[in-house]
């Protein structure tokens, strides 16, 4: 699931999580999920370190590194990319939720959005939000590896439940086509549910938290682990 160096540690993956306020709420998702599974997590949020800059940030990666940290997740706004991402930094996921500030000024969120993806790993994944179109536009032409997500048939990761399922039973999403895994593991479509211990989450980052998981080849339900997953028939994909 994740690489393991000579010395026989694991290499630190580095995800991004870059868009709108949901980063927030999508971080913390897949901060429980890998947590549950004894994952050790850091998620920083740069806007809220007074005096950082790129340096600092390049030093924090270091130390968390020499702790056996096993996942950075580092929550981004566009215009603070020039501010913090340090030259050496290489993204193994980015999710991408909302294009956010991108009516405002799309020029200047197009060229920010370039800079992010021109610091993903060769064999780096993008997770993004099928459902926005105008992030969708931006992307054209990138030449990445695309999961998506979202509430149509494009969408690699969708929901199979919506509405009051959400708070009462847990969500259920699904895997309507099959992807390969980081490790180069095949998932076949079929069905999670998230168990939620409250209520008022946004469905779009529960589907962005669930994508993340998958392509590290974790079952995003943290608590039922011998469960049967529905395998979903190939006439509904």
């Given at each position: ?7 026989g540690v694991e290499k630190m ?9 949901g980063k927030w709420q999508t ?120 999961i998506t997500y979202g509430f ?86």
């Open positions: 699931m994740f690489p393991i160096l000579s010395d993956l580095i995800a991004g999580i870059l868009g709108s306020e971080a913390g998702i897949i901060s429980s999920i890998l947590a549950s599974k004894g994952k050790k997590v850091s998620v920083i949020d740069p806007a809220g370190m007074p005096g950082i800059n790129s340096e600092r940030i390049s030093a924090y990666v270091s130390e968390l590194e020499k702790n056996n940290i096993g996942i950075l997740i580092l929550k981004m706004n566009t215009p603070e990319i020039d501010k913090f991402l340090p030259d050496d930094i290489r993204f193994d996921i980015l999710v991408c939720d909302r294009a956010g500030s991108c009516k405002n000024n799309k020029r200047a969120y197009s060229d920010n959005l370039k800079k992010v993806f021109s610091k993903m790993a060769d064999k780096g994944i993008a997770i993004v939000n099928v459902d926005d179109s105008d992030l969708i536009k931006l992307l054209e032409g990138m030449k990445h590896r695309f149509n048939s494009k969408a690699c990761v969708t929901a199979s439940s919506i509405g009051d399922t959400v708070y009462k039973e847990g969500f259920i999403c699904c895997l309507q086509r099959s992807v390969s895994t980081r490790d180069g593991k095949v998932m076949e479509p079929q069905e999670y549910k998230i168990r939620l211990e409250t209520g008022g989450f946004d469905c779009h980052n529960l589907l962005a938290a669930a994508a993340f998981a998958i392509v590290n080849g974790i079952d995003p339900n943290p608590e039922d682990k011998d469960r049967e997953v529905k395998q979903i028939s190939n006439n509904l994909i």
